[in-house]
Nanobody, 113 residues
Framework: QVQLVESGGGLVQAGGSLRLSCAAS????????MGWFRQAPGKQRESVAI???????TYTTSVKGRFTISRDNAKNSVYLQMNSLKPEDTAVYYC???????WGQGTQVTVSS
């Protein structure tokens, strides 16, 4: 059984930064892609960024150049550095392991204007 635990959300002003962390347990972490998703009120959950076992990354267009996904396999952790935050980035952010479709509990990010 895989467990994913997110941390690092909070309230920040527009233009500010936050770093989300996701700690994984229960599976050999380094072999799998990991992703960050988000869901804003009244909207569908969307993919924000994915990092593959090779270290290659993909981002949704709206966060390119502002967000950076990274991983530390020694710590079984994946991170999302979010810079130049905008009010439209406000959402609950979820950590995801696509293989097996595991999800964390989510962490709230609120960006005030």
């Amino acid at each position: 059984q895989v467990q994913l635990v997110e941390s690092g959300g909070g309230l920040v002003q527009a233009g500010g930064s936050l770093r989300l962390s996701c700690a994984a347990s229960g599976r050999t972490f380094s072999s799998y892609a990991m992703g960050w998703f988000r869901q804003a009120p009244g909207k569908q959950r969307e993919s924000v960024a994915i990092i593959f076992s090779s270290g290659s990354t993909t981002y949704t267009t709206s966060v390119k150049g502002r967000f950076t996904i990274s991983r530390d396999n020694a710590k079984n952790s994946v991170y999302l550095q979010m810079n130049s935050l905008k009010p439209e980035d406000t959402a609950v952010y979820y950590c995801n392991m696509p293989f097996g479709n595991y999800w964390g509990q989510g962490t709230q990010v609120t960006v005030s204007s």
